[in-house]
Nanobody
Framework: QVQLIESGGGLVQAGGSLRVSCAASGRSFRSYVMGWFRQAPGKEREFVAAISWTSVTHYADSVKGRFTISRDNAKNTVYLQMNSLKHEDTALYYC????????????????WGQGTQVTVSS
């Protein structure tokens, strides 16, 4: 079992930056691929970014060049730095863990946090 707790969400103006964090506890953190997903009201949950235990990364096209995912295996924490935020980035952001591999499919992630709200005002 892995428990995930997100933090760092909030309200930010368009063009601004925000960093969200995800603290993991339980089974060995470094063995998991960690991902960030988001879900806006009335929409399906969508992939944002993922990072392997060796810090290989994968991004959705919509955030490439603006968002950066990173992890600190010593602190059991994964981060998502979000720059140049747009109104359409507004969503509930979820952290997730997978032992499958670096992938964008929601179904391959076994453990999920409760989410942290990011709201971008236009």
């Amino acid at each position: 079992q892995v428990q995930l707790i997100e933090s760092g969400g909030g309200l930010v103006q368009a063009g601004g930056s925000l960093r969200v964090s995800c603290a993991a506890s339980g089974r060995s953190f470094r063995s998991y691929v960690m991902g960030w997903f988001r879900q806006a009201p009335g929409k399906e949950r969508e992939f944002v970014a993922a990072i392997s235990w060796t810090s290989v990364t994968h991004y959705a096209d919509s955030v490439k060049g603006r968002f950066t995912i990173s992890r600190d295996n010593a602190k059991n924490t994964v981060y998502l730095q979000m720059n140049s935020l747009k109104h359409e980035d507004t969503a509930l952001y979820y952290c997730a863990a997978s032992d499958y591999g670096l992938d964008s499919r929601v179904s391959l992630y076994d453990y999920w946090g409760q989410g942290t709200q990011v709201t971008v005002s236009s």
